[in-house]
T-cell receptor
Framework: DADVTQTPRNRITKTGKRIMLECSQTKGHDRMYWYRQDPGLGLRLIYY???????NKGEISDGYSVSRQAQAKFSLSLESAIPNQTALYFC???????????FGEGSRLTVL | QKEVEQNSGPLSVPEGAIASLNCTYSDRVSQSFFWYRQYSGKSPELIMS????GDKEDGRFTAQLNKASQYVSLLIRDSQPSDSATYLCAVNRNNAGNMLTFGGGTRLMVKP
């Protein structure tokens, strides 16, 4: 089983719908992240959390929200999806010591 | 100037050749450096980390770090078609909580 699990892996939705992407990890890391990847734009940080009570905005947080339900769970929500949120989304974890990131398998979201 | 820069490529090399991937970074206080490999549609996978000046070898991969010149490189010896992927350079600036900053990636194509 993957150490960092994302659900759903693929989702097609319509403009205006609410979408939640979920992430769970078994690595025991305190830190969790949500990234978005678009062709030609690389990985962009949406939100990150250093522990259960800590939530921080990344470089592209507008239109997104997150919830850290437990040390092992970090979910990303799109309250009202729009087509330019069509992208590949990655959850990642890291330890506080090295910063090395471990990625989930990705969630491909298409907003029509 | 971007914090972490990579040539987007594609870098095309024949099978069996050495592929050389380069990355420059702007923040002199950076301490930890990582190379991730990402196949199309898949998640980034850590292949090398390097923390001190010089070379670090792992199988066919060698990471090279020169902090004075602020560059890090990845050499892939005996390149195989299965090495065809995008290679992401990531830098830990050891501030802002050990967060990684990613370059845009270099696409490598190894031709049989």
């Amino acid at each position: 089983d993957a150490d960092v699990t994302q659900t759903p892996r693929n989702r097609i939705t319509k403009t205006g719908k609410r979408i939640m992407l979920e992430c769970s990890q078994t690595k025991g890391h305190d830190r969790m992240y949500w990234y978005r990847q678009d062709p030609g734009l690389g990985l962009r940080l949406i939100y990150y959390s250093f522990d259960v009570k800590d939530i921080n905005k990344g470089e592209i947080s507008d239109g997104y929200s997150v919830s850290r339900q437990a040390q092992a769970k970090f979910s990303l929500s799109l309250e009202s999806a729009i087509p330019n949120q069509t992208a590949l989304y990655f959850c990642a974890t890291s330890s506080r010591n090295t910063g090395e990131l471990f990625f989930g398998e990705g969630s491909r979201l298409t907003v029509l | 100037q971007k914090e972490v820069e990579q040539n987007s490529g594609p870098l095309s090399v024949p099978e069996g050749a050495i592929a050389s991937l380069n990355c420059t970074y702007s923040d002199r206080v950076s301490q930890s450096f990582f190379w991730y490999r990402q196949y199309s549609g898949k998640s980034p996978e850590l292949i090398m980390s390097i923390y001190s000046n010089g070379d670090k070898e792992d199988g066919r991969f060698t990471a090279q770090l020169n902090k004075a010149s602020q560059y890090v490189s990845l050499l892939i010896r005996d390149s195989q078609p299965s090495d065809s992927a995008t290679y992401l350079c990531a830098v830990n600036r050891n501030n802002a909580g050990n967060m990684l900053t990613f370059g845009g990636g270099t696409r490598l194509m190894v031709k049989p």
